[in-house]
């Protein structure tokens, strides 16, 4: 079992940045391939970024990538994802996951969710 808690979501205006941050705790991080979802109300949620457990390989969806970037530090029980180049149809709820299966977008792969942060990107 692991608890997942994200932070550093907030408000930002277009073009700006934001880095969130996932802890996790109940278990080594290090067991299990991480990733960033995010969420419109009304919309399914949608995949961000992938991150596989050491840290290596890495996968985005189209629409961020060369802006966002995620990172893990498995020491400290951390997922990050540092999003530049902000843009209104950023806005969403963002979630971390964690789940036995590296490099998936599929959400049914992960089995543990963090409570969610909300990310507004104002034009």
């Known amino acids: 079992q692991v608890q997942l808690v994200e932070s550093g979501g907030g408000l930002v205006q277009a073009g700006g940045s934001l880095r969130l941050s996932c802890a996790a705790s109940?278990?080594?991080?290090?067991?299990?391939?991480m990733a960033w979802f995010r969420q419109v109300l009304g919309k399914e949620r949608e995949f961000v970024a992938g991150?596989?457990?050491?840290?290596?390989?890495?996968f985005y969806t189209d629409s961020v990538k060369g802006r966002f970037t995620i990172s893990r530090d498995n020491a400290k029980n951390l997922v990050y994802l540092q999003m530049n180049s902000l843009k209104p149809e950023d806005t969403a709820v963002y979630y971390c996951?964690?789940?036995?299966?590296?490099?998936?977008?599929?959400?049914?792969?992960?089995?543990?969710w963090g409570q969610g942060t909300q990310v507004t990107v104002s034009s």
């Open positions: 996951a964690a789940g036995a299966v590296s490099l998936t977008a599929n959400t049914k792969m992960y089995d543990y």
């Open positions: 991150i596989n457990r050491s840290g290596v390989n890495t």
């Open positions: 109940g278990r080594t991080l290090g067991s299990y391939a």
